[in-house]
């Protein structure tokens, strides 16, 4: 495909993720960190938080599917996936764990069932707009073209 | 008889249908006017509903305009950025771009404005409070103008008179309003004026106790009294409101009052037309309105925005003789420049202090630091003496840089024309070997200093002191054979040379046979560039020895860069150290300017935006290892704790892009275990001689990033046990909290575990810069 047609996907595709909220100026100041001594960072540090994650979530669907659930391990949790997603920028991912959050200071299992199921729509949606934007990327520096910046 | 009656009878019947007639008809004329009026009522009342629909069509037209206005700006603005990342940063093109974008903002600002102006007339205007710059704003609206002036002939710039501005530049204020006051009026001047020069100068002065006076107690009581009695006797809230409203800038400590002059030749206001002048509401219509066409706001808008800011605004009347208008206004602002204070920069010779100027890419995000280290630079001033300059610039810039230079203590000697660049250079040589050697006096060269010395620090209207021309003074051939070799005490001298002032070869080789020639001085060069200057000029003036280029007008940013040069010489500092390492580095001058000759190599400071967004050539530094421009924190060791792997890695990566080593624990506990090793370690080394305390060259780390909510230990008790740990050794490294909420309580707990400032996560390059550089203040 035309470089300049990629790039336009590119640029679209980011104002969408910014408009939404899906992502914020955190992630771009660590796209500023990318270049010629550390190309990859941005992948690097995408897997780490998909991996990490993805683990997290695991561990709060376990920890909330118990009888009695521990509400701190779930805070705990909860407080490492706010953290993590707050450090590349997933804005609406942070925000849902915020409010999961409170959920869990009142014991509330239902609320956090709730928050957990909106986290992993969060999540997915964080995700796959990553998934596809890193894909552009690639494209777009196979064929030659260089990565629009946005300010 | 029965006839009389019957006659009279008839008569008063006759009488009464002619009445009844005439009555009838009188009701009938009336019932038309009536009919008439009533029907110009109806058309009087349509058409003054058809003028409001009218008037609203219009508010409806220009709001749907204005958006169509916006549109095509955004799109406008997106191009120019699209074309910036195809240009060279900092060549022409690239500065041109720019200064396109700035216009495209500007024009989004006069529709946002116009808008703007209904809301003043209502006397609703909110002003925002933003933390800006204020010097930047002033050199970019100057800037701005020079470029449109530069067409006319006309030279803009922007006069620093005492510094007083460039020491306080960070307040806080509504910084669009104030850029379309200095627009406003700066357009004006300009469009008015066809030859000659516009001058901005600015003061800012701390509000003293002399100017307000902090009310008695009897004053207040009386003041209480009297809001007590209009509350009963008025019932009117606003009233009591009133008189605070008379002291609200006397209550604010804070602030501080600024003071502008835009001053030009042009045509001059008639003093019958100077009060008008702000009533109308609409622009002074010119015939000739070229280019620029001025922001469209009246300068009752001006002066209703300057009420705004608690000043007023008038015309002050000219030197009789002098001609053109002079426009003069005050604001108070609040001031945020509350984390340098003068006392602050003296006790620490090998602390970075001056770290975060020297990046360019990191100064972009950080300009409010960078603005305050600017700040401080103007505040230090100039430690040393003996300094000489020659200047060889044109108009307002040589009146202004001479007033500046002499400010500082720099003896300066001004010329007019290239040809006596040779000559001047050799007095200049003479007088400083004179001051050398008492005895070469005897040799009977008498020159009358060529310039009139204005030490008045008052600002006064340009004066209108001729230079004695250095033509008229003997130059005898004895004078130039004799060089003098001494070994006096090293001087210095600045030479600042316009591009523009004829034949530059010429100019190269006299500037070569005086370099060959001195030994003991120091002697630096700097070009001036104007948007003007051909490509061919600027390249060979690289290959030149040169230490610095700036760009025409110069102030500001500039005025900033050529403090810095000034205080190299001789190692103006607090230290013998930096001292040492700027005597050996007036040799690098010379290698960097052969190293490339391209336009957008290290040595070309451009950038009319003050942004320091260009490499400065100079790698003197504050810091022991010496400085690179892109790593501010080199030579620095960073201990990291913090458990999310995520952030950690982010964290390492800014850290190791910032020059830093870095060594990371887990968790609380590790952390502890390693600065106690650390510890120990280095006071083995030493066998226990006693340090003094706080001597940064024995911390084992520089600084410890500390993540407070961490498994195992948390980085509150982290902290505790490494300052109990530190107590033995009479050491204090600098902790920084990393927490994830930025509450007062978080803020409490962190200091009582005895860190020394907190970042909020996620991490900020700008913060954690600043943070570190007010670390190493305390």
Known sequence: ?151 | MMDVVLSLLSLMIIGVIVGSFVVLQLLNRSLIQEAFLRASLIKQKEAIQQAERKSMNKSLAFASASHDVRTSLAGITGLVELCRLDATPNSKLDRHLEQMNTCASQLLGIVNSVLDTSKVEAGKMQLEEIEFDMAQVLEESVDIFHVVALKKGLEVIWDPCDCSVLKCSNVKGDCRRLKQILDNLLGNAVKFTSEGHVVVRAWAKKPSLENFKLPSKHEIRFRSILSHLSRCLWKDEDHYANMDILNPIQRDLDSIEFIFEVDDTGKGIPKEKRASVFENYVQVKEQTTRGHEGTGLGLGIVESYVRLMGGEISIKEKEPGEKGTCFRFNIFLKSSDTSLDSEENINSPLHPRNMSVIDPQLAKKNMTVQSKIRAMTFKRGLQMEGIHSLLLVQGETKEIMQRWMESLGVKVWAIDHYKLLYPSLEKIKNSLCAFAKPDSVSRGISFARTTSFNYNKEHEECSSSRYVANRNLPLTTKELLKKPSFSGPSTCILIIIDLSSGNMSEIYSMLKNFNSSIHNIQCKIVWLASSNTPAADLSSSNQEKCDLILQKPLHGSRLYDLLKLLQEFGGTSEDDQQGIQIMNTTQEPQQSSELGSSMDNKNFLSNSFGSQSSQHIYKTSGLRYGMDGDRPLSGMNILLVEDAFVLSVIAKNILLKLGATIEYAENGLDAVELVTKALQEASDKHNGATQPEGDLKHLPYDIILMDCEMPIMNGYEATRKIREEEKYYGLHIPIIALTAHATPEEARKSILAGMDFHLMKPLKINELLEAINNAYQN
């Open chain 1, 1 to 151: 495909m035309e470089v300049a047609c990629l790039q336009r996907r590119f640029i679209d595709l980011t104002a969408t993720i910014f408009q939404q909220e899906i992502l914020d100026s955190q992630f771009t100041q660590l796209q500023q960190l990318q270049d010629e001594s550390s190309p990859n960072f941005i992948h690097e540090v995408v897997s780490l938080f998909f991996q990490e994650a993805e683990k997290l979530l695991n561990e709060l669907s376990k920890a909330l599917d118990q009888q009695i659930v521990d509400f701190k391990k779930v805070d705990a949790h909860v407080h490492r996936l706010k953290g993590s997603s707050a450090s590349i920028g997933a804005r609406r991912v942070k925000d849902v764990c915020i409010a999961f959050r409170s959920c869990c200071e009142e014991n509330n299992k239902d609320g956090c069932i709730q928050h957990l199921q909106q986290v992993n729509q969060e999540y997915y949606l964080v995700k796959s707009n990553l998934e596809d934007l890193l894909k552009l990327e690639k494209q777009i520096l196979a064929s030659g073209g260089s990565i629009p910046t946005m300010k």
